[in-house]
């Protein structure tokens, strides 16, 4: 599993697109944080990190799906998947080391963000006046958010051999598990098991995590999400056996 996790991080990295990912990311996040009037911190006059936190889920939507797409469509593309099924791995290995790799691409991707960080923490009227309970949890919740969009990543990457097609019904999901819940919810038919809905959606965990409360009914379903992924990638590899 260590040898897949290995080559996936070295192939990624080897890539141009891989840093185009990472820098539009960091890019628009910054954006909305230091330039945008409706988002900036130095027109709101908060020191506080909300902005970045709101819409960093919504450019997790495009990056996870964007380092994904390629974990096992590509493997299948180039022939390669059927030489790796061949060593002496079993599914699982191939499923959890692609799994981590992209992972630990993402958490390599939020990084830097912790200078937006060190900045509000710097430039507060009173040094230091940022809730550094609410930024970890918060960080805490982009990772576990990371987590479940990998896994539906890996999911769509299964399929076939289109990164394309991967890619874009990765983007469809990810909207859907972390968006929909809450919207349907607040249709008139469904306003009787309106929590209930948006309890089955990401959003609703995220948000909970962000505020620094910590509850284990979260982590819970963030690694039941992510479980639930990984067994559907797992059953698409095992198909190829019967």
Not at 95 to 118: D, R
Not at 140 to 150: E, K, P, R, V, W
Not at 205 to 229: E, M, N, P
Request: aromatic residues 16%; hydrophobic residues 50%; charged residues 10%.
């Amino acid at each position: 599993m260590l040898s897949i996790l290995n080559k996936e991080i070295s192939g990624f990295f080897s890539s141009l697109a891989a840093y185009i990912s990472m820098a539009v990311f960091l890019l628009v996040t910054g954006l909305f944080l230091w330039v945008f009037p409706d988002s900036s911190i130095l027109d709101y006059g908060y020191a506080g990190l909300d902005s970045f936190f709101n819409i960093a889920p919504y450019m997790f939507m495009f990056l996870i799906p964007a380092v994904t797409m390629r974990s096992l469509a590509e493997e299948k593309k180039d022939g390669t998947f059927e030489l790796l099924a061949t060593r002496p791995l079993s599914d699982w290995h191939i499923v959890l080391g692609k799994f981590l790799a992209s992972l630990l691409i993402v958490v390599l991707t939020l990084v830097p963000t912790l200078i937006y960080y060190i900045s509000v923490y710097q430039l507060g009227i009173s040094k230091g006046n940022i809730d550094t309970g609410a930024v970890i949890g918060s960080y805490l919740g982009l990772i576990l958010l990371g987590g479940a969009f990998t896994s539906i990543g890996l999911f769509t990457s299964s399929f076939g051999k289109n990164q394309i097609i991967a890619f874009t019904l990765s983007v469809f999901l990810c909207f859907i598990t972390f968006s929909a819940f809450d919207s349907i919810s607040k249709l008139i038919a469904f306003q009787a098991f309106e929590s209930n809905l948006i309890s089955l959606g990401i959003n609703q965990h995220y948000q909970s995590i962000s505020r620094g409360v910590v509850d284990s009914r979260d982590f819970i379903y963030f690694l039941s999400f992510a479980g639930l992924f990984l067994l559907l990638t797992r059953t698409v590899l095992g198909a190829r056996k019967w």
